[in-house]
């Protein structure tokens, strides 16, 4: 399929021999221009799943195709521009302004001693206006709120300029006004072809802004497919254990447990 990015085929992963697998005969497949939910509860590993996705861990059985091309043919260096993350948390450990900071994700492009170019600093300025952070290119990364934070680290991933947007968790740290500011940047990047996966605990948000979802539980997957189909009353009941309701009204949808 020309459009598919990237294609799970029946991966199990366990963390040491003679343990239940993490993940167990698990399958899935992402997109062009989609936006991808994990939902679980916890330990179901979600953010194992992203770290296989990206290459980091290599599972125990099965396949991973990138571009219809198995991962493990890809470079380290081919993978960063491909796909980007964004981390649940990542502390500025140096004093880099804003500006400097972004600068980091161009390491993909530029060989072991480079310095970033004027198009590496257009790049960066460009993914600092996609978040609306142009004004504070020259601030201490390290001094901003936890809100501008996080849009920080949505444009460092975007200054990688990568296929697939990958997000672990993005609004669990966040207020309900950062929150919505995340939401819409999320919907403007599908807006503009960027395809995403992210995980989350938040089936609102999942049914909010994605066009897919995978429902994870105990390494495994209950259901999986468009939103509307996978996030139902029934499906949210069985993956949570308890009663949830989910309602649907116009371009809104909103998701609450009944006990």
């Known amino acids: 399929m020309a459009n598919l990015l990237l294609e799970i085929q029946d991966i199990s992963y366990r963390y040491r021999m003679n343990t239940t697998p993490v993940l167990q005969n698990l399958s899935m497949s992402i997109e062009k221009g989609t936006v ?11 953010s194992t799943l992203l770290d296989i996705c990206l290459g980091w861990k290599e599972p125990e059985t099965g396949r991973i195709l990138l571009n219809q091309h198995d991962i493990s043919s890809f470079s380290r ?19 880099y302004t804003v500006l400097e900071y972004l600068l980091l994700g161009r390491a993909p492009y530029l060989s072991q001693l480079e310095m970033p170019g004027p198009e590496d600093v257009d790049i960066a300025r460009r993914a600092l206006e996609k978040v609306g ?18 849009l920080l680290m949505i444009a460092r991933a975007l200054v990688q300029e990568p296929h697939i947007l990958v997000l672990d968790e993005p609004t669990s740290r966040l207020d309900p006004g950062n929150r919505q500011r995340v939401v819409r940047l999320l919907k403007t990047l599908l807006k503009h072809g960027v395809t995403i996966l992210f995980t989350t605990h938040d089936p609102t948000l999942a049914a909010d802004i994605s066009t897919h979802a995978l429902l994870l539980k105990q390494g495994k997957v209950l259901h999986a497919g468009p939103e509307e189909e996978v996030l139902t009353s029934s499906n949210l009941s069985q993956l949570y254990g308890i009663s949830m309701e989910v309602l649907r009204r116009e371009d809104k949808t909103i998701v609450f447990s009944t006990h």
């Open 133 to 150: 952070l142009q004004q504070l290119q020259e601030r201490p990364a390290s001094k901003l709120s936890g809100g501008e934070h996080q």
């Open 77 to 95: 260096r081919q993978m960063g521009r491909w796909m980007s993350l964004v981390p649940q948390d990542e502390q500025v450990r140096f004093d």
């Open 36 to 46: 991808n939910t994990i939902l679980g509860p916890n330990g179901a590993g979600k």
